[in-house]
């Protein structure tokens, strides 16, 4: 069936099997390997992107579901669409180590970025328990926690300029 | 001179920015030409005998390319998958090593045990037609625990092997170990489990392979951490692939832990597939599929006993263990629960007598092998635990206790009586500095306010000592190593100046694309922006044994230190030529040759330059070029060491044990880049807490399936399991290697677990409770609870 979606701020056409999940689809037929696949019971959180503003496992969501919504993926988050600027989350798991392997760090991203984008002033409590749903086995999320509550930090500085 | 950034800055990682922005390049994430999908068919039974397998249903099935199963690997007379490790028993003869075919022949031996490779245009198609093979098994009865696996009459896995026990292991003087237990004061004594794990890296294993009829070449891309030697073990041993004919790639790798360090069966059909069927294949395992096929760690039952005078010194120390080794030798199997356990149970103690006996042992579940730590932290939470005990029954401080038999810093260099000698250490400095980063003396206002909660609080220490930076390739070699444990760099100079380093470690996680570019600025006075970190590809990094063991700072660092040093050698003789002066007038520092005493210099630049464009240059003493190679073989183990103390909450109601606070004094030697430290040693704990608290492999007796097989039923550590950890070095530097450095990336999970169990223990103990099995989850202390000997209700 063919489907038609905004992609990272880009209108998008596929032909798609109907039972193609969203993860599958996007790192097997339009090439944005950045949302990866770490597990399959939708515990991992390792393919977390942003459907209509929202985060979720883009491995549990099938394509037709995409069909005139809006997805952001990790390779969107940066700044202007083909500019080098990372985004303030971004900047920030780099600027605190929040990432060893990097295999979790797409979806830590996105939930990251969800988390603080819902509640602007996040406390470290709010972090930890909004990151249930995202497994990380390098780091043992302390860098995590401390590049979240930056980047959000960052986020808000931003909002207000 | 431009910006640079040497040993002990933290710069921002290099690597960061791919992994940030999606652009990460997994073994996933390829694509080949005309690439085919493959799936494995994989025993559902713990032991059966195959009778026969009916590929006709599969072939007919849409887009099946091919099946391959047991008898075409025979049919093409190809090897055994190789174990890296021949140890042998008291007497000196070998351990039982009974083949490992890269799929099954005969017999399955555990649930994952892989008996068919369907090859299929898509994965779909794949795994549609998977479902249609039809394999014909008379299932046996299992054994999947090892105390049951050496009882007579216990299934047996090998007609060969009788009781199931490969080896028969032990180290040290038994009998002076008995002369001492007979004049102790007190023996403490006790019996533990130390559960089965499963390493877990985010990436799931993963295999591309090709095969070019025009170069007669292959290719395989595979989630590996040694590259190098998988393409040893599996082209000259397994499928008679010549060395040159052989590329191995494994690029960003989604972490490791151990997992992904052996040379596993399916990177050998794969590359065997590839040729047979003219096209490229993939396979990615599910999370599922990994539960079932990634080796798993751990997995002792241990009877240990510890003599001690009337003042708490030890006199003797004795251990018995069995350990699981699952259905088949994986790559270091037989290695770790004796070669990495026996050697490090004096700790950072001076027990003078030591003795341990391990049966290695084989059991119907996935092979067991190396996990982080591997060895070190089943021997650090044995001593640890019954250090406790001992104190706790002759009414002696858990602290004191430590420290009245702790190693003194002027002891060292120390040798223990099982093998190893530590060469610098300082264990009380690094107690001292625990003590007072876990502010233990106000522990007693904190256990009181859990007290007003309800809550049970504890405090528990652990100390420790690994050896790692592995090895020493001669010592390894009589210990039963069949390959060298040295590591390579080269050093490649760019006539302009910039760098790319070629080095035989694999970074997954690590942060080695910063830490070895460090060293590069450090000691070559370039760029830390002009260096490049190359690894993971057979065909551009000369040879490499591969990361694991907290080896590829102390080996690869130091094999990268000796190159560039030989680079600045060679860099002097260019400078004295180009200089006019002598060669040992030539001074190096900070990227400038210079003429000593005089204002005479050639920059780094320069020289790189002259290199390369020879037109003045001693051609006739020297080959062009600026680059250059360095093997590095360690002449002793290092060994870090340190001291943890966690801090934990038992709710009485629920029996939920909750990590409050937890701090580490680690002696890593010198700290290239204190930032990845702090990160290794953050992740190390956690992975320790998860086996402490949380992580359990569980198979069922009889089917031998496994229980845990998903994350749905294999608890990992999530972020809110964990408070905000302190970590704080204390360092002492490593006499023998270049740098100083010890390594970091185990022992956050050798510490941990005796930490965390201690804590859990002394939060009980006013109800009688004098140990607890791993992992403290919320039904195990429950129960115990219900059967203290004292009411549950809290002061």
């Not at chain 2, 360090?261 to 040729?275: C, L, N, P, R």
């Not at chain 2, 004191?400 to 250490?425: A, C």
Request: charged letters at 20%.
């Amino acid at each position: 069936m063919q489907i038609s979606f905004t992609l990272n701020g880009r209108p998008t056409t596929v032909d798609v099997e109907p039972a193609t999940h969203v993860a599958e689809l996007l790192r097997e037929q339009l090439n944005l390997t950045g949302t990866h696949i770490g597990c399959d019971t939708s515990q991992c959180g390792a393919c977390v992107v942003h459907l209509d503003g929202l985060p979720v496992k883009s491995c549990t969501l099938l394509a037709p579901a995409l069909d005139g919504a809006t997805l952001l993926t990790v390779e969107g988050l940066q700044g202007a669409p083909g500019s080098n600027r990372m985004h303030p989350m971004q900047e920030a798991f780099r600027e605190h180590h929040g990432l060893q392997c990097g295999f979790c760090t797409p979806g830590m991203l996105m939930t990251a970025v969800a988390l603080a984008t819902e509640k602007p002033a996040l406390t470290e409590a709010d972090v930890r328990h909004g990151l249930e749903g995202n497994i990380c086995r390098c780091t043992g999320y302390q860098n995590i926690v401390v590049s979240v509550l930056a980047g959000a930090a960052a986020m808000n500085a931003a909002k207000g300029e | 001179m431009g910006n640079v950034i040497g040993i002990g800055a933290s710069p921002k990682r290099k690597e960061d920015q791919r992994f940030l922005t999606g652009r990460g390049n997994y073994v996933s994430d390829i694509k080949r030409p005309g690439m085919a999908a493959g799936v494995f068919v994989r025993s559902p039974h713990g032991h059966a005998k195959l009778r026969g397998i009916d590929k006709s249903a599969a072939l007919a099935a849409p887009g099946v390319i091919a099946v391959l199963t047991g008898d075409d690997v025979a049919d093409d007379g190809l090897g055994s998958l190789p174990c890296g490790w021949g140890i042998t028993d008291a007497k000196g003869v070998p351990m039982k090593e009974p083949p490992f075919p890269m799929l099954a022949q005969d017999k399955v031996r555990f649930v994952g045990d892989m008996v068919a490779f369907v090859i299929a245009e898509t994965s779909d198609q794949a795994n549609a037609a998977a479902e249609l093979l039809t394999v014909d098994y008379e299932v046996l009865p299992s054994v999947v625990g090892v105390l049951e696996a050496v009882r007579p009459g216990a299934p047996q896995l090998f007609d060969d092997v009788p009781n199931n026990i490969c080896c028969d292991w032990e180290l040290g003087d038994k009998a002076a170990v008995e002369t001492a237990f007979r004049k102790a004061a007190h023996v403490a004594k006790l019996s533990l489990v130390n559960n089965r794990l499963i390493g877990n890296p985010m990436e799931p294993r993963a295999a591309i392979a090709e095969y070019e009829p025009g170069t007669d070449r292959f290719t395989l891309w595979t989630t590996s951490q040694f590259p190098h030697v998988v393409r040893f073990l599996m082209g000259a041993l397994v499928l008679n692939i010549p060395q040159h004919k052989l590329r191995v790639v494994a690029p960003d790798v989604g972490g490791g832990f151990g997992v992904k360090q052996f040379h596993y069966g399916e990177e050998a059909v794969i590359t065997w597939a590839a040729k047979r069927v003219m096209r490229p294949i993939k396979w990615v395992a599910s999370r599922s599929e990994g539960y079932v096929s990634d080796r798993h760690g751990r997995d002792h039952v241990t009877e240990a006993e510890l003599a001690l005078d009337e003042t708490g010194k030890f006199l003797a120390f004795r251990v018995k263990t069995l350990a699981n080794m699952g259905g088949y030798l994986s790559t270091f199997g037989p290695n770790i629960p004796t070669n990495l356990y026996g050697p490090l149970l004096g700790g950072v103690y001076t027990t003078p007598a030591i003795y341990c006996n391990v049966k290695v042992v084989f059991t119907n579940t996935v092979p067991v092998d190396a996990y982080r730590g591997a060895g070190r932290p089943e021997a650090t939470f044995v001593l640890e635990r019954i250090v406790d005990v001992a104190a706790s029954e002759m009414g002696l401080d858990r602290v004191e206790i430590r420290r009245r038999n702790m190693i003194p810093k002027e002891g060292y260099p120390y040798q223990t009586p099982v093998l190893v000698q530590y060469d610098s250490g300082d264990p009380v400095g690094c107690l001292d500095g625990a003590l007072v980063a876990a502010d233990v003396k106000n522990f007693g206002i904190r256990k009181s306010e859990s007290a007003r909660k309800g809550k049970f609080r504890g405090l528990g220490y652990s100390t420790y000592v690994e050896a790692c930076g592995l090895a020493p390739s001669r010592f390894a070699g009589r210990l039963g190593a069949r390959g060298g444990l040295y590591e390579s760099a080269t050093v490649r100079v760019h006539p302009t100046g910039q760098v790319t380093v070629m080095i035989g470690t694999h970074n997954h996680g690590q942060g080695h694309e910063t830490t070895f570019a460090q060293i590069v600025s450090e000691k070559l006075g370039v760029s830390f922006e002009n260096v490049d970190i190359v690894f993971g590809d057979t065909d551009r990094v000369q040879f490499g044994m591969g990361t694991y063991g907290s080896r590829s700072l102390v080996v690869g660092g130091a094999a990268l230190s000796k190159a560039t040093d030989k680079v600045v050698a060679k860099g002097k003789k260019i400078a004295a030529h180009l200089l006019e002066a002598a060669e040992v007038d030539i001074q190096f520092e900070a990227g400038k040759f210079s003429v000593a005493g005089t204002d005479r210099t050639k920059t780094f630049e320069e020289i790189a330059g002259a290199a390369y464009v020879p037109h003045n240059y001693p051609l006739e003493v020297l080959e062009p070029g600026l680059e250059e190679q360095a093997y590095y073989d360690p002449v002793n183990f290092t060994y870090p060491g340190g001291c943890h103390i966690a801090e934990v909450e038992v709710d009485p109601e629920t029996g939920t044990v909750t990590l409050v606070n937890y701090t580490a004094v680690d002696d890593v030697g010198t700290v290239i880049n204190p930032m990845i430290v702090e990160g290794q040693l953050h992740g190390g704990i956690v992975q320790g807490v998860g086996q402490a608290l949380f992580e359990n492999a569980v198979y069922d007796e009889g089917s031998g399936q496994l229980l845990s097989g998903s994350l749905m039923d294999y608890c990992m550590p999530r972020a809110d399991h964990m408070p905000m950890m302190k970590v704080a070095t204390h360092s002492t530097l490593c006499t023998h290697t270049p740098m100083g450095v010890k390594g970091c990336g185990e022992v956050g999970t050798i510490g941990s677990p005796a930490a965390v169990i201690n804590a859990v223990v002394d939060a009980l103990s006013h109800l009688g409770v004098t140990h607890v099995d791993m992992p403290a989850t919320p039904n195990r202390i429950w129960r115990l609870l219900q059967n203290a000997s004292l009411p549950v209700a809290a002061e």
